[in-house]
């Protein structure tokens, strides 16, 4: 596990799901009678966006423990869908007022912004095609079985 592998495009990730996953704690609308998170607002775009932060998380640990770029590479194309899918979620959870809620709160906010950022990140992670983070593999040369070297 190797920390310094992370680049710009990882940590613009990594800072979008936690702002989801905190915004998944803080009111996201208020109504006549009180406020409403978005646990008692649930609905298919929390699930979304809940997926959008689990597939940054993701790519940020396959970055992280992988020796070749190929699952990162790969985890960072899923986040990027699942990203702009929870960037769409997230577009509408603002526009829609559940409840009759009459104004939105900083959950709702914050998840948006969460959601611009997993998206960016892992587009930027897509981008950057930096490889010198992982080393060259270097196997030990295997020594030519005994028949072979004769006939060379």
Request: with cysteine.
């Amino acid at each position: 596990m190797r920390l310094g592998r992370l680049r710009a495009g990882e940590v613009l990730a990594l800072l979008g799901a936690l702002c989801v996953i905190v915004a998944l704690t803080l009111p996201w609308y208020e109504d006549l009678e009180g406020k409403l998170d978005a646990w008692s607002t649930f609905g298919p775009a929390v699930v979304l966006l809940m997926l959008a932060a689990l597939a940054a998380l993701a790519l940020v640990l396959a970055t992280v423990t992988e020796r070749s770029p190929a699952l990162p590479v790969a985890a960072a194309v899923w986040s990027t869908l699942f990203g702009l899918i929870g960037l769409i979620a997230a577009v509408v959870r603002v526009l829609e007022r559940p409840h009759n809620a009459i104004s939105l709160c900083a959950g709702a906010w914050l998840a948006l912004a969460g959601a611009v950022l997993v998206l960016a990140g892992s587009w930027q992670s897509i981008r950057d095609e930096r490889t010198d983070r992982y080393p060259p593999a270097e196997p030990e040369p295997r020594e030519l079985p005994k028949g072979n070297a004769e006939q060379a």
